[in-house]
């Protein structure tokens, strides 16, 4: 993780040296004109909301009812609108997994969030039995989020032994069943704050097993910013190398 974050410090350091290229000002827009009665934006070749952003949070809340009623719309979208792709996979508590997967009739994942999300605060043992049931109830893909309790105290090693840890238990239940499950880690940058940090966790990450690394769970005061993504991209591209 060191040679790789001293990598992307060299590269964000060369970055910032370069000088931008002076441009002219912009021309000032065309002023838009009002909307006449008859050229009202059309959204008919759009689809509908059936599956509204409230509809696929998953929330405390959450029953085996309000959890199949969400997949059955995604299993009646394309009745409506069979142009258009299916949602990549419906996301639930671990708990729901089963429930999805008896309720799904169409091609989409099942994503879990698991592990004590958001917070990831337990001990490491609940967390790998909460992953081992959900990969055994039928989850295509486990979402966990990094233990910052540890990483943000220093200990690295701690943080990442427990993403190798997870990434042992999903691969040992899924291979039992004949298939393979992702895993993704939520590093929730906002509680990172700054770039070096976002860079060492993204390397940790990815090190560790992770197949896809996200910013944040959405449930702190900061979440995705466009200089967390950058860095990550950054340092999924180094890694990649």
Request: hydrophobic residues 40%.
């Amino acid at each position: 993780m060191g040679k790789l974050t001293s990598l992307f410090k060299s590269i964000l350091k060369s970055d910032a040296e370069v000088e931008p290229t002076p441009t002219a000002p912009a021309p000032a827009p065309e002023p838009t004109p009002e909307p006449k009665a008859d050229d009202t934006p059309k959204t008919d070749d759009a689809p509908a909301a059936d599956v509204e952003p409230k509809d696929v949070e998953p929330k405390t809340d959450d029953t085996p009812a309000s959890v199949a009623k969400l997949v059955q719309k995604v299993n009646a979208f394309h009745k409506s609108y069979p142009e258009w792709p299916l949602p990549a996979s419906v996301c639930v508590f671990s708990n729901f997994a089963a429930t999805v997967k008896e309720v799904r009739k169409e091609d989409f994942n099942i994503t879990v969030v698991s592990a004590c999300f958001p917070s990831s605060q337990s001990f490491l043992e609940v967390k790998l039995k909460e992953v081992e049931m959900a990969v055994e109830q039928g989850a295509d893909e486990v979402d966990i989020v990094l233990a910052l309790n540890a990483f943000l105290a220093g200990n690295y090693e701690v943080a990442a032994e427990e993403i190798r840890q997870v990434r042992r238990v999903i691969d040992e239940v899924a291979g039992k069943q004949g298939r393979s499950v992702h895993l993704k880690v939520i590093l929730e940058t906002g509680l990172l704050k700054t770039p070096e940090n976002i860079a060492n966790a993204s390397f940790l990450a990815m090190e560790a097993g992770a197949d896809f690394i996200k910013t944040s769970t959405g449930k702190v005061d900061v979440n995705a910013t466009p200089l967390a993504a950058y860095v990550m991209c950054e340092c999924i591209g180094i890694y990649r190398m």
